[in-house]
């Protein structure tokens, strides 16, 4: 498995303490029809009453890593500096895969080196990497682990630990990689960008790796094209007739197919892993300038 | 688009200042699959640390702020003097909709200006009505506006200073009227009510817009149509057979079509927007009465 | 209707005095697209403003309370001492069905009296059940019932009031017996275990009503029978190839059957209620013990 070497990290070893908010994100493919969740959270607050859990998606599509990652990595930085982010979408439990313990920015991240965590590393923000020591949990009392529910077992007390301010990243394991598992940030040369849609949402936007960055110059220059369909890039959704299809550039910074109070991916037929592709098309600027 | 003049508010403009209990409540179409929910707590809490955040809904179907707006209208009053009710179901995000707050026996509600407040408003209740300032929120460092998540971007910090106790409504904006967005209340005549199914919720049940005060008279004289289908007025679920249809006057106080241990949405293949009529007829209170 | 005996409780009347942990847990099948959930919350923030409350589980099946109390009897246990558990799933509201207070282990559990605690009380692990005798509610300012919607009107404020510590569960009512509501567990005999499909996770998973102590001795002897499909036990999923079959011992302690990053429900084609048997067969055990 590829793995982005240390060296692209921003700073190998953080060395400033991590300063608990007392607040947990939990990113999970579970569900709400199962309790898996609610006795994540029950681990929590039995370790850490004082903790605040604030839940940031449960829904993902099962076994997509990826997906959840890259939300993950749009949704961090709108908590507060000292917060513990819990990822756990995770086929391979059980199995000898990594548990890794990230720093950005003053917030750590928990979450299975399966690739969830390649969004974010490819922005190159990441401050420290870790590989959870299992047998570092035993001093913090973590020790009944069974081999399929790790989110109750090894995630949910490890980020109670850290939210209470009780251990360190640098107390439950060593430095290490993170898997790419897959993921393909967007290419972007001069006049051409090309992407994919990483994920569709429940209004049926289709939401792509390309970011605000790499559609430089005039941003109404640029010409969207998803599968084999044309669409325009425009402000807003309400900046288009209902049933029109436009692009846009969303409110997480990236470039988002849509269609006016529809379905992109209904209307179109297209969906997760389409291409998507920007061409800088100077002379359509003036047409679309007043949207 | 129509909208209800102010006169017709129970006060124009309330003196007493608003007291926060430090709740806010959150209801959008935004579902749980993306982070969207989790994003603008994490915004409440950055700002409002101490604010507690409970879900009235996130799964109301998508672009349609007339159904939030009725549970909405039924929802509020269960929660402390005080609490800061934000509702997001915004197809025109990004447009120059308005914003509104709204006051209504110490509570607040924040709401785009598109219908979804009017279930409330035509209860005649409000006791102020305010479109939000744009220019205004600088001062309580609020600049940086997606045009496509006002939820993160605007209806988060708002709540979240409401709460705080760090702005009164009357800092935000100018009165303001509520418009319609398509809304009707049921017709109540002597004998006759008139209205429709305003949502079909998840077990099936078909809920209408008739209030428990139009059905005067002896309750069990009233005969209960939806589509070309007679139903009879009961008390409960239990108080009919498996399978069997009935209607009755539920706990948030209006008329529902319901099916025993069923779905009546299946049953009678018939949803939103279906025609309820109820028929005072005095000679079925006797054999309905002992129901 | 059938019911357990009191004499099969640990102990008929728990003498030491509940003392509340400030949790409550919600378990119901309401679902979070309309507010029933929201407005729960809203009442017991009312009533008990500094109680903590988490989900445990909205979207179990609707009117089906053995699913629902078959996780509620594997969850509670991971909550402190002292938390009140809500479970409405209650297709009977408004009839005559008793509510029921249960403590177990320091912990209460509130349920209609309709086969949801059977699970639990089969455990046999129960130190009192008392029915709820709605005249005693009058003391706690409990008065306004409706007949559809107890969750909010008698289960929300009478956990908040335990919760908050201002009541015991003998003030609330007296001794009771609990329905089985249909549930039956698993057959145990020495070389032959006979359970059924109790739930489908969200997953596709097929959990059963096999506990782990039933497949006694060597577990790696045993063969799983599902439906007509022959399956391995495993120690994980990640033990198994991609779209292979498998049996475990699940985290929550029963056996499972699952399909390596797949649905083991769509694929087998059999769901709830189906029949699972376990053979046990020693010559299978040397060539499973690697797994």
């Given amino acids: 498995m590829r793995t982005w070497s240390r060296s692209l990290l921003s700073a190998e070893f953080s060395v400033a303490a991590f300063r608990p908010s007392g607040v947990i994100t939990l990113t999970t493919d579970f569900g ?5 969740v609610g006795v994540m959270k029950g681990v929590i607050h039995s370790r850490a009453p004082a903790v605040k859990v604030i839940d940031l998606a449960h829904d993902s599509p099962a076994f997509e890593p990826l997906e959840a990652g890259f939300w993950l990595a749009r949704s961090w930085q709108y908590f507060p500096v000292g917060t513990v982010h819990v990822a756990v979408v ?14 950005v920015q003053g917030h750590l991240l928990l979450a299975p080196d399966n690739g969830l965590l390649a969004p974010l590393a490819a922005e190159g923000k990441l401050d420290s990497v ?18 399929t529910f790790h989110g109750r077992d090894i995630f949910a007390p490890v980020a109670a630990e850290l939210a209470a301010g009780r251990c360190q990243p640098q107390d439950l394991g060593t430095p290490a990689n993170i898997a790419h598992g897959g993921y393909q940030p967007a290419k972007a040369e001069r006049n051409l ?4 849609v990483v994920a569709v949402d429940r209004f049926g936007n289709l939401i792509t790796n390309i970011e605000r960055d790499m559609l430089v110059g005039n941003a109404w220059g640029w010409a969207v094209t998803v599968g084999s369909r044309k669409v ?60």
């Fill in 32 to 36: 709400l029809r199962e309790p898996f």
């Fill in 90 to 103: 995770d086929p391979g439990v059980g199995t000898e895969r990594a548990i890794l313990v990230v720093e």
């Fill in 130 to 147: 870790r590989a959870l020591g299992f047998e570092s949990l035993h001093k913090f009392g973590i020790d009944v682990v069974s081999a």
């Fill in 193 to 196: 960008v090309e992407g994919v």
């Fill in 232 to 291: 325009e890039l425009r402000h807003t959704y309400g900046h288009a007739e209902a049933g029109e299809y436009l692009a846009l550039v969303n409110s997480f910074g990236v470039l988002e197919v849509a269609r006016c109070e529809g379905s992109a991916f209904e209307g179109l037929g297209v969906g997760k892993g389409a291409a998507v592709r920007a061409v800088f098309t100077p002379e359509n600027a003036p047409k679309n300038a007043q949207n």
